[in-house]
Nanobody, 123 residues
């Protein structure tokens, strides 16, 4: 499975941005999809995940209530809607895919990773 993330950019604090991640080369709808982020000098951090059906979503504490993960299996795409952005949301955002159930809050639960897309929030 190949994953391609897009949609990053520069946004002011308080603004919104939507990231997309397209999948190819596999049965996209079979995978739990996740978003992770990494700031310079920091460990990669869990942002959100969504079950293969889209019924279950999980969020990291720092983004809960501000970010929303969704997916469109017909388009082999997962989205991350980011609202009320803060400077601390600045990071490279990665999408990832894993097989199985559960919240997928651990990096080693994912089988495939896309390249990152940079989000910069200016204060």
């Amino acid at each position: 499975v190949q994953l391609q993330a897009s949609g990053g950019g520069l946004v002011q604090a308080g603004g919104s941005l939507r990231l997309s991640c397209g999948g190819s080369g596999g049965i996209f709808s079979s995978y739990t999809m996740g978003w992770w982020r990494q700031s310079p000098g920091q460990e990669r951090e869990f942002v959100a995940s969504i079950s293969w059906s889209g019924e279950m979503q999980y969020y990291g504490d720092s983004v809960k209530g501000r970010f929303n993960i969704s997916r469109d299996n017909a388009k082999d795409t997962v989205y991350l809607q980011m609202n009320s952005l803060k400077s601390e949301d600045t990071a490279v955002y990665y999408c990832a895919a894993g097989l199985g159930g559960g919240p997928f809050r651990k990096m080693n639960e994912y089988d495939y990773w896309g390249q990152g897309t940079l989000v910069t929030v200016s204060s």
